[in-house]
């Protein structure tokens, strides 16, 4: 009996690695490239992620481009999929330059300008010259190549668009005085208190920029003291990203009150004609705002914004999003509640006739008689 149960065991433990083995599959995030650079004259190593949805469209994608790729293209990767969940950014191709060797400082640095024309002659020329992008670029450095970076975008937004630069960064008061763009241009500066190195410059030039105002310069400065020297990388392209689209996702607003601070409908109205202006999309206020803004008045118990959304977006409620007894239900208590009879009949006669048998039935039914009553005194 005990060898029968062994031999049991090991033939289940057999069979599970078996699966496990049939089963695995190598996980990759991007494809390595290399450059022979007639400017540094040498071989570079380039990573290159393009995203999912890329080999089933046509459209051409922004880039995101990660100095010191060797330490943080995984993160660019990761941090930019992630924040496509909540579509708070569009997909994005991620290349990773990398640096990692004892030439690093020199390049950043002394032979920056050398280095600046691999970046844009040869390196966006290659991304550009083999995959559909779009002329929205961002670059991020951090410690040594963040100076590096904060000299680049003052000198070079025709060629990239925005820039993040964490633990370092600085350019002289010169420089940001000739700064000149048509275009609005992106930089986020980001570091901690702790990072006792970088620190003084980066204050130095975030009170340079404050006291200069670049025409079309759009500039935030962030400290994340939680976080240190080798920490705060990940943090800032998170940040970076989403202080660049900021304007990219549908508002979410955490009371009526900011909402009416905001500006109420004028607001969203110039919010979303902003956003088909930079992005492409249509100005029209989307479904998913009407949504939020409903659901908010509903969730604080506000009836009055609650009435004004209602009747303002009267036609997202015929969308297949309410097309249920739960919301039908969840309405005609509402109104109910606030003593609106006409609006709670209407909607419990709604769920009833349109979804018969759910498991609301029965409470609407005693909610279309509370209603009625209520009605008549």
């Excluded at 976080?227 to 943090?235: F, G, I």
């Excluded at 409620?317 to 009879?341: E, I, P, V």
Aim: glycine share 6%; net charge negative.
């Amino acid at each position: 009996m005990q060898r029968l149960l062994i031999f049991t065991l090991f033939c289940f433990i057999n069979t599970e690695l078996c699966v496990a083995q049939q089963d695995s599959s190598l996980i990759s995030i991007g494809a390595s490239h290399t450059i022979k650079s007639s400017i540094l004259k040498q071989e570079r190593t380039i990573q290159i992620y393009i995203p999912a949805s890329y080999s089933n469209s046509t459209e051409e994608y922004p880039v995101l481009y990660i100095l010191d790729g060797q330490w943080y293209f995984p993160s660019g990767v990761a941090i930019q999929t992630a924040m496509q969940t909540p579509r708070a950014i569009p997909a994005m191709i991620v290349v990773g330059i990398n640096t990692g060797d004892s030439l690093r400082r020199n390049l950043l640095s002394e032979e920056n300008e050398k280095f600046t024309d691999f970046l844009v002659k040869e390196v966006v020329h290659y991304v550009d010259a083999n995959y559909r992008t779009s002329e929205e670029r961002i670059i991020f450095g951090w410690e040594a190549a963040a100076y590096f970076v904060s000299e680049l975008i003052l000198q070079h937004s025709e060629t990239f668009g925005g820039a993040i630069i964490s633990d370092g960064g600085y350019a002289s008061e010169d420089l940001v005085e000739s700064f000149t763009s048509e275009k609005e241009v992106y930089l986020f500066i980001a570091n901690s208190r702790k990072d006792i190195y970088y620190i003084n410059s980066t204050e130095a030039f975030q009170k340079i920029l404050k006291k200069n105002a670049p025409n079309n310069l759009i500039w935030g400065y962030r400290l994340f003291n939680d976080e240190v020297h080798e920490s705060l990388a990940h943090l800032a392209i998170y940040k970076g990203l989403k202080f660049y689209y900021h304007n990219y996702n549908s508002p979410v607003f955490e009371s009526i009150q900011q909402y009416i601070d905001l500006g109420g409908l004028d607001y969203l109205t110039s919010y979303f004609e902003a956003r088909a202006e930079r992005f492409g999309m249509d100005k029209q206020i989307d479904n998913s705002t009407k949504d939020a803004l409903i659901w908010l008045a509903w969730k604080r118990n506000n009836f009055e914004y609650f009435t004004l959304f209602m009747t303002e977006f009267e036609e997202v409620l015929t969308t297949k999003r309410y097309a249920s007894a739960y919301w039908q239900n969840r309405f005609g208590q509402f109104y109910l509640k606030h003593k609106d009879y006409q609006n709670a009949i209407k909607y419990f006669k709604a769920g009833l006739t349109q979804y018969p048998n759910s498991q609301f039935e029965e409470e609407m039914q005693k909610g279309l008689i509370d209603a009625k009553t209520g009605k008549i005194n």
